[in-house]
T-cell receptor
Framework: AQSVTQLDSQVPVFEEAPVELRCNYS??????LFWYVQYPNQGLQLLLK??????LVKSINGFEAEFNKSQTSFHLRKPSVHISDTAEYFC??????????????FGQGTTLQVKP | KAGVTQTPRYLIKTRGQQVTLSCSPI?????VSWYQQTPGQGLQFLFE???????NKGNFPGRFSGRQFSNSRSEMNVSTLELGDSALYLC?????????????FGSGTRLTVV
């Protein structure tokens, strides 16, 4: 079955500490992978994506994620978090194939709580 | 360029009523997808429209329907509302529905059924 699993529902961390949000995907989905961030009462904003090429992808605000095909993982990391990073983060995969246009499979989300 | 616009932002409806939500994609984008977000089920795919045709559909009952107009704007309709339909409904706009070109989400419509 096609699935995306986010291993932690909540991750509390102190400001300026490093953080890792974990995501695993089933091998039956395509290797197009995404991380989205959602702030309260807002929609989803694309953080970064992996389509092909370099397995390490980076966002403009300091996040990075590494595609690991052998471990079917796409973990999100940031070396030093800020209070403003407090939000819910979603990992998503595109199933691929002609019958799956427009469809992303999402994980259940991880709430990142940055404490002062 | 303007982003994805969803209207209205908030709605309160009574059980048994029907509701129509609207999504205007980014100019030039021809694919619109709809998602339902709830605390219990997370983000679930409803359907995708491309060039006025439904190309893909998720596992939702027939009470959920949609359409797309020639200008790519899309509407989704939920008939005979149930309490469980309370959710944030998000639409996503893309060039052609393939992940290669990415998906841009709107801010959503918060539907509350009482």
């Amino acid at each position: 079955a096609q699935s995306v699993t986010q291993l932690d529902s909540q991750v509390p961390v102190f400001e300026e500490a490093p953080v890792e949000l974990r995501c695993n995907y089933s091998s039956s989905v395509s290797v197009y992978l995404f991380w989205y961030v959602q702030y309260p009462n807002q929609g989803l904003q694309l953080l970064l994506k992996y389509l092909s090429g370099s397995t390490l992808v980076k966002s403009i605000n300091g996040f990075e994620a590494e595609f690991n095909k052998s471990q079917t993982s796409f973990h999100l990391r940031k070396p030093s978090v800020h209070i403003s990073d407090t939000a819910e983060y979603f990992c998503a995969a595109y199933p691929g194939g002609s019958g799956n246009t427009g469809k992303l499979i999402f994980g259940q989300g991880t709430t990142l709580q940055v404490k002062p | 360029k303007a982003g994805v616009t969803q209207t209205p932002r908030y709605l309160i409806k009574t059980r048994g009523q029907q509701v129509t939500l609207s999504c205007s994609p980014i100019s030039g984008h021809r694919s619109v997808s709809w998602y339902q977000q709830t605390p219990g089920q997370g983000l679930q795919f409803l359907f995708e429209y491309f060039s006025e045709t439904q190309r893909n559909k998720g596992n939702f009952p027939g009470r959920f329907s949609g359409r797309q107009f020639s200008n790519s704007r899309s509407e989704m309709n939920v008939s005979t509302l149930e309490l469980g339909d309370s959710a944030l409904y998000l639409c996503a706009s893309s060039l052609d529905g393939r992940a290669l070109y990415g998906y841009t989400f709107g801010s959503g419509t918060r539907l509350t059924v009482v």
